[in-house]
């Protein structure tokens, strides 16, 4: 073998260790990625089927259902225009109520309840999820936050009921 087929011969077993490496990066990178929805684009069909992807929204009041004697809770989440129920079966937050934000991990059942596998509560009485804010503030022109999202809500702010269908934002699971 010649000098110059050696080089060539390193070059292009260089180019292909790089690609093999870029291809398994992006795909351990579009298996981790999860898309958020808000309950009008879970109604309105937008949600991939059979996706993993996470639900945000508020719990609404009077929702929550606890099997006596298990883990099994059922709640409803909204975006103050459509509403999921959720059926999640472990041990909720400590600050998960009724009222509250709420963004859970999962995938739609065949019957149309989301099916979580984990769930996240707000932090504190005036936070809600940077994620529920803009999809809040998307669908209603204004959110139940004034600032920017994930900052404190002005005290008896609420949003509007109306509102046009938002895409959904992808993002990376921890």
Do not use: C
């Amino acid at each position: 073998m010649t000098p110059r087929q050696r080089r060539l011969t390193l070059v292009i077993g260089i180019i292909a260790g790089v690609s093999i490496a870029g291809t398994l990066a992006l795909s351990a990178f579009r298996r981790n990625v999860t898309f958020f929805f808000d309950p009008s684009q879970v109604v309105a069909g937008q949600v991939p089927a059979g996706e993993h992807f996470r639900l945000g929204g508020m719990v609404t009041q009077g929702s929550l259902k606890r099997a006596p004697g298990s883990l099994e809770v059922q709640f409803v989440v909204t975006d103050f225009s459509h509403n999921v129920p959720v059926s999640y079966t472990g041990v909720l937050p400590d600050l998960f109520r009724e009222g509250a934000g709420v963004v859970a991990h999962g995938h739609l059942g065949p019957d149309g309840t989301f099916i979580a596998d984990e769930v996240l509560a707000k932090h504190d009485e005036k936070y809600m999820p940077p994620e529920v804010a803009r999809s809040l503030k998307r669908r209603h022109g204004e959110s139940r936050t004034e600032t920017e999202p994930g900052a404190s809500a002005p005290a008896g702010a609420t949003a509007p009921a109306a509102a046009p269908a938002a895409a959904a934002t992808p993002s990376t699971s921890p």
